[in-house]
């Protein structure tokens, strides 16, 4: 299984960025996919997840209303919009997958799969 993140950068507060993952050797469509970002110094928290068929997605509350997730299973590939960008979303960006639940979860140990991380930097 390869993943592979791309779309960070540096953005200035209130800004917007488009994260893309694009999964390899796995049936894409099938599984759940999960955001999840590490600050410096900072544990790996979650962001947000999907379901299969994209109808069920789970948020932290740190982003809810600001960022939206998304998939298109035709392109095996998992999206993450992030709007209003604030300097606390620093961070490098990873996206992972989990093999074996069928709704998003929020601990890092349910995903199976990681990307290599894509860096985030949010200026003030």
């Known amino acids: 299984v390869q993943l592979q993140a791309s779309g960070g950068g540096l953005a200035q507060a209130g800004g917007s960025l488009r994260l893309s993952c694009a999964a390899s050797a796995i049936t894409f469509s099938t599984y759940v996919m999960g955001w999840f970002r590490q600050a410096p110094g900072k544990e790996r928290e979650f962001v947000a997840g999907i379901n299969w068929t994209g109808g069920s997605t789970v948020y932290a509350d740190s982003v809810k209303g600001r960022f939206t997730i998304s998939r298109d299973n035709a392109k095996n590939t998992v999206y993450l919009q992030m709007n209003s960008l604030k300097p606390e979303d620093t961070g490098v960006y990873y996206c992972?997958?989990?093999?074996?639940?069928?709704?998003?979860?929020?601990?890092?140990?349910?995903?199976?799969?990681w990307g290599r991380g894509t860096l985030v930097t949010v200026s003030s």
């Open positions: 992972a997958v989990d093999l074996n639940r069928v709704v998003p979860t929020t601990s890092p140990a349910r995903y199976d799969y």
